[in-house]
């Protein structure tokens, strides 16, 4: 199924990519770099930074499997940092866009992009990390599998209780208060209630949040066993003040990587919305160092 508005860009497009239906958003100019949002997140929390970016760039964004517009992973899909970047990499193919291009990830997603650049070297341009997820020594945790179906029996629950449509917004705009320092939530209500109120996202947000130790391990393997291409990579790191123990451990995260580390000081963990001005300028490789 393909619905798609070929007269004014940047509009929805639901594609089946790997049997799914997914969410692409595809706007812009020049070469290509795809954005892809963090834990619980959807294509509009790019919006303060993709009118910076579209002058000088094509602009791809898409919402992971339950996320946003696009419809739910199946029970058997548990596909971990490289079964992401097999998606980036299925969701490139469908538009026709063989590479290079950046991979911008957020958060959660910085796993699944830095994972792209590892299994797809080829086809990298850049690799930009966004108060990506850290951590130092990931250990996998026991019985995955009963994990996830916990997480998804879970999920179930909540659904049929009404959770999701009852309280998923106000969750939405509660997150964003907490990591932002804007502290409102500025998407019209009404998409709001489309993206959180199905059961499909609180069982994305679950199920990745369950995973999320195996997914650290299984970075950190991949990391022994394929080098990042010869591309440039940055690290920007977002805190209220420039003494956060956060920052030295993404500056160790850039040092790890052989990266460039840079800071959006003040900002909250949601920097695309507080500091969109810095994250484009990392995209585009223009930021200041930190």
């Known amino acids: 199924m393909t ?15 790997g049997g799914l239906p997914l969410h692409v958003r595809r706007e812009g100019t020049g070469p290509v770099c795809l954005l892809t ?11 303060p930074v993709v009118p910076l970016l579209t002058p000088h760039r094509t602009v791809i964004r898409f919402d992971r499997p339950g996320y946003g517009l696009s419809g739910p992973a199946p029970a058997a899909e548990r596909p971990g940092p490289a079964g992401e ?7 490139l193919d469908a538009l026709g866009e063989p590479g290079p291009v950046t991979v911008a990830g957020h958060s959660l997603a910085a796993f699944h992009v830095e994972a ?16 990506g997820s850290v951590e130092e020594d ?36 509660l997150v964003v208060r907490q990591a932002s320092l804007r502290g409102r939530e500025e998407v019209p209500a009404d998409l709001l209630r489309r993206c959180y109120r ?19 391990a299984a970075l950190a393997a991949l990391r022994t066993a394929r080098p990042l291409p010869d591309a440039p990579v940055t690290v920007l790191a ?29 900002a909250g963990h949601l920097l695309m919305i507080d500091a969109p001005a810095e994250v484009a300028a990392a995209i585009l490789g223009t930021s200041r160092p930190g």
């Open 37 to 47: 949002s963090g834990l619980g997140g959807c294509w509009f929390d790019w919006d």
């Open 198 to 216: 199905p059961g499909r996202a609180l069982r994305a947000l679950l199920r990745e949040n369950t995973a999320y130790l195996d997914d650290a």
């Open 85 to 91: 970047a097999h998606r980036i990499a299925a969701v």
């Open 238 to 266: 977002a805190a209220r003040t420039d003494g956060s123990p956060w920052l030295v451990r993404q500056r160790a995260l850039a040092a790890r990587l052989g990266g460039a580390f840079r800071t959006a000081v003040p």
């Open 138 to 173: 990931p250990r996998p945790r026991p019985a995955p599998g009963l994990r996830d179906a916990a997480a998804r029996l879970l999920a179930a629950a909540l659904t049929a209780a009404a959770a999701p449509y009852l309280c998923g917004p106000a969750a939405r705009r």
């Open 3 to 17: 619905i798609q508005d070929p007269v004014r860009p940047g509009r929805p497009v639901i594609r089946r990519i």
């Open 116 to 131: 792209f650049a590892r299994l797809y070297p080829d086809r990298t341009a850049a690799l930009v990390l966004l108060d």
